[in-house]
């Protein structure tokens, strides 16, 4: 009996110096090494995702902005945003060829942009997705009074709805600037540009849980209008958190993308996973090791019998 506590005592004593000690402090080490390598990949990897949305909203912000200076340049669209204002009229001719231009614009444009409009003060608005002529939108509409009140472009928040076609429903943004008479210089109505964002969110919510990674964009004013948490409110709050990694793009368009990564996350991914590896580890040692204590305590007793 004794004998055989011995032995075990023995065979406890191995197995602790030979696997427990070393993989624990192997454990230790991989565990800080690769929590380094694994958030710097997160911080690669999702300021590669943020540059790229980057990439996409200001090539929308150089595309909006050379559209609407077409449209100011043209003569023949200077005479429509006029007419009916300061004593002009026009033909049933022209407004088709306005919305057929506007339809041409937006078709050989980049994707993404679903509608050009036109919206003159007195609600008559041209548009590229239609041949007709919207006669009475109301400019009352706040995103109408800011432009008008600003005097210079700006971006509208996410919305789901189309803001002259409310029946169409998608993710749009949009991007407004006023229509300035070049000969007055006043205010003759205002250029609408709607865009579908949902390819550009779609690359933010890929795999941001896998890569514990938040994303969110905030507007002019520092309001989040996107983020990939579900909760709005709790997204906001991860932006202080000081477990969290930020990392901040900014766009041409006045917006920021903010990308936080939990450490906190991280490491628990990477201790989860090592101990699952060096358990494993454990049961194999502990296997040989076992198998070996029984074969040399075999051939010990061999002489003994003999």
């Known amino acids: 009996m004794m004998l055989s506590d011995s032995f075990f005592l023995h065979l406890l004593k191995a197995f602790l110096v030979v696997s427990v000690f070393p993989l624990v402090i192997a454990g230790i080490i991989s565990c800080v090494s690769f929590y380094n390598v694994s958030f710097e990949y997160a911080v690669s990897y999702s300021n590669k995702k943020s540059e790229l949305v980057a990439l996409q909203i200001n090539m929308l912000q150089d595309v909006n902005e050379k559209i609407t200076n077409s449209l100011h340049n043209s003569s023949m669209m200077q005479l429509e945003m006029r007419s009916g204002l300061y004593g002009h009229t026009h033909t049933m001719e022209d407004l ?23 919206i003159k ?11 007709a002529v919207y006669k009475y939108f109301n400019t009352d509409v706040q995103w109408y009074q800011d432009v008008q009140e600003k ?3 700006i971006w509208l928040s996410p919305y789901k709805h189309s803001l002259v076609t409310p029946a169409l429903e998608g993710n749009y943004v949009a991007y407004l600037c006023p229509y300035l008479d070049y000969i007055t210089g006043e205010m003759n109505g205002v250029v609408l540009i709607e865009m579908d964002c949902d390819e ?3 690359i933010l919510r890929k795999d941001s849980e896998k890569d514990s990674t938040q994303y969110s964009i905030l507007n002019q004013e520092n309001h989040v209008i996107y983020t990939t948490d579900s909760d709005q409110r709790k997204a906001t709050e991860e932006m202080l958190d000081e477990n969290k990694f930020s990392y901040v793009e900014e766009l041409n368009n006045g917006w920021k993308i903010v990308s936080n990564i939990s450490k906190t996350e991280i490491f ?3 201790v989860k996973s090592l ?5 494993i580890l454990l049961l194999v040692c502990f296997s040989i090791i076992i198998i070996v204590s029984i074969k040399k305590a075999n051939e010990i007793s061999m002489p003994i019998k003999n």
């Open 151 to 153: 005097q210079q472009g």
């Open 200 to 202: 550009i969110w779609e």
């Open 268 to 270: 628990l991914s990477v």
């Open 121 to 131: 003060k007195n609600g008559t608005v041209y548009q590229s997705n239609t041949t």
């Open 96 to 118: 088709f060829k306005i919305n057929e231009a506007l339809s041409y614009i937006k078709n050989s444009s980049v994707s993404g942009i679903e509608g050009i409009y036109c």
């Open 275 to 279: 101990i699952i590896l060096f358990t």
